[in-house]
């Protein structure tokens, strides 16, 4: 029987922090946000007769040459954020313990920016993946949705550990095809998946940017263990949570080995990051989840 617990009320004392998109993403709250469309979405509504004088910006090019007559395209505008939140639910995320392991982590700040986002009145959807998409649910807006989302954090948590593996590369390349206007990707995942084929996670991550969204990751980890290799110079069984694979050793044999390979990746994820413009916030779950995502929400409400 699952130990871990989804803690509501501390959830909810997020509700008085804005979180605001730094960049310029569809969908603002009036008042509070600077669309980049000025009146205009990317959600196509009809064209108009082109009056002489103004703007020749929207003229619909394509229908002239078919028509040999000058039409406008006009929008909708659209005013709130679409906030994607995505979780990986693998076996490695149930680590290293419960209340205290990767999906905790990610299910309590997940469910605070839903809270959050809720109050003002910005969409939300939850989407939680192993080596496929398990739940993907509407993006809406609506008290009862977020609640469901509750619901569905509460039952990741609640879910016997079993062997899933990663894949998230895959996975966020499915993502990015489907989202069709540009949102807000926060994505909850410690990344591990074949660190010898780094390339596939840095395209999927691309991906996501080529399409506009902005993201950021959460790069959930238990850094004492998982990049310091912090164990007692002992005999050790290591299992692949993901696998089952295992393998015994005495951690000081490969621990500087284990130590460069690890941190090499991770220079090089928080590298792409910077480069495609990708928040990077590391997450060692020992330090809890409402520090670091406190301390990254005052970050950006400083940054507006």
């Known amino acids: 029987m699952s130990t871990r617990t989804l803690d509501v009320a501390r959830v909810r004392q997020y509700g008085n ?22 009146g205009f979405s990317v959600e196509f509504a009809e064209h108009r007769l082109y009056n002489t004088g103004e703007s020749t910006r929207h003229i619909d090019w394509k229908v002239y040459g078919k028509t040999d007559r000058l039409f406008v395209k006009r929008y909708e505008e659209e005013t709130n954020l679409r906030c994607h939140l995505l979780i990986d639910t ?78 998230v590369a895959d996975v966020l390349h499915l993502i990015a095809e489907k989202i069709h206007k540009r949102s807000l990707v926060v994505i909850f995942s410690d990344m591990f998946e074949d660190i010898t084929q780094t390339d596939r996670i840095f395209s999927a991550m691309q991906h996501l940017r080529h399409n506009l969204h902005e993201v950021l990751l959460f790069h959930v980890t238990d850094r004492r263990t998982e990049e310091e290799f912090a164990f007692d110079d002992r005999p050790y069984e290591f299992i692949d949570l993901e696998s089952g694979e295992k ?42 989840y409402d520090q670091i995502l406190s301390a990254y929400l005052v970050k950006r409400n400083k940054m507006r």
Request: aromatic residues 10%.
């Open 90 to 167: 693998s076996s490695s995320m149930y680590y290293p313990e419960p209340n205290h392991d990767k999906i905790t982590f990610s299910a309590m700040a997940a469910a605070s920016i839903a809270n959050l986002l809720q109050r003002q009145k910005d969409a939300v959807s939850l989407c939680t993946f192993s080596d496929t998409i398990e739940i993907q649910t509407p993006i809406k807006s609506t008290p009862s949705h977020i609640h469901k989302i509750f619901l569905d954090l509460e039952g990741i948590l609640q879910k016997p550990k079993e062997q899933r593996k990663t894949a």
């Open 247 to 288: 393998v015994k050793v005495q951690p000081g044999q490969v621990k500087k080995q284990y130590q460069e390979a690890v941190k090499k990746y991770y220079q090089e994820l928080k590298l792409k990051c910077g480069q495609y413009k990708i928040d990077f916030i590391e997450a060692d779950v020992a330090k809890g």
């Open 17 to 38: 922090l804005e979180f605001l998109a730094r960049q310029l993403v569809e969908g603002f709250i009036t008042g509070l946000h600077k669309s980049p469309f000025h």
